[in-house]
């Protein structure tokens, strides 16, 4: 039984920062590219960043050079550094293997708001 866990989320500023984490037990995680994903009620849930096994990242282009995904598989966690943050920003946030999801987390909630 694999137990996907975010944290990190909160009310911030427009240009604020946050840094969220996922911890993953239960599963061998160093196999698996890794991803966050966001969701608005009422839209589909989109993955926003990945990290492979090795290290190498891909971004969505609305977060790309404000995101950072970053791992570590002894820990069997992954991070999402979120800089200058916008209000579109704010969504529910998870993290998951890019593929063969395993079951949803709860997420952890962002909000960018004056």
């Known amino acids: 039984q694999v137990h996907l866990a975010e944290s990190g989320g909160a009310l911030v500023q427009p240009g604020g920062s946050l840094r969220l984490t996922c911890k993953v037990s239960g599963s061998v995680f160093q196999g698996y590219t890794m991803g966050w994903y966001r969701q608005v009620p009422g839209t589909q849930r989109e993955q926003v960043a990945r990290v492979t096994t090795s290290g190498t990242t891909v971004y969505a282009d609305s977060v790309k050079g404000r995101f950072t995904i970053s791992r570590d598989n002894a820990q069997t966690t992954v991070w999402l550094q979120m800089d200058s943050l916008k209000p579109e920003d704010t969504a529910t946030y998870y993290c998951?293997?890019?593929?063969?999801?395993?079951?949803w987390g709860q997420g952890t909630q962002v909000i960018v708001s004056s």
């Open positions: 998951n293997r890019v593929v063969a999801h395993w079951d």
